[in-house]
Nanobody, 123 residues
Framework: EAQLVESGGGLVQAGGSLRLSCAAS????????IGWFRQAPGKSREGIAC????????DYLDSVRGRFIISTDSAKNTLYLQMNNLKPEDTAVYYC????????????????WGQGTQVTVSS
């Protein structure tokens, strides 16, 4: 069974950077759909960056495009999210998730989830 473990969250000032990691097991990150989601207090979980399983194209939420970069390391079977120019509105619990053939970067299309890591951006 697929398992995912996130790390790398923390407290950072606005304008700063963080890199999240998601160690995967039970599947290969280069062959499944895989992505990052976040859930802010009082809000629904949303997809922010995903890699499609077929042509390996990427999808980004408009509010993070140009600031966040999703990538994988096949040797380590790990997913990353490089987050730059962080803003207070990026504060949320960040989750990685995977699915064999997700059709979109949305919660309902993903089957396996990590436990989440907290990112807090101070102003």
């Amino acid at each position: 069974e697929a398992q995912l473990v996130e790390s790398g969250g923390g407290l950072v000032q606005a304008g700063g950077s963080l890199r999240l990691s998601c160690a995967a097991s039970g599947f290969a990150v280069d062959y499944w759909g895989i992505g990052w989601f976040r859930q802010a207090p009082g809000k629904s979980r949303e997809g922010i960056a995903c890699i499609r399983n077929n042509e390996r194209g990427t999808d980004y939420l408009d509010s993070v495009r140009g600031r966040f970069i999703i990538s994988t390391d096949s040797a380590k079977n790990t997913l990353y999210l490089q987050m730059n120019n962080l803003k207070p509105e990026d504060t949320a619990v960040y989750y990685c998730a995977s699915a064999l053939m997700p059709r979109a970067c949305v919660v309902d299309e993903y089957d396996y989830w990590g436990q989440g890591t907290q990112v807090t951006v101070s102003s």
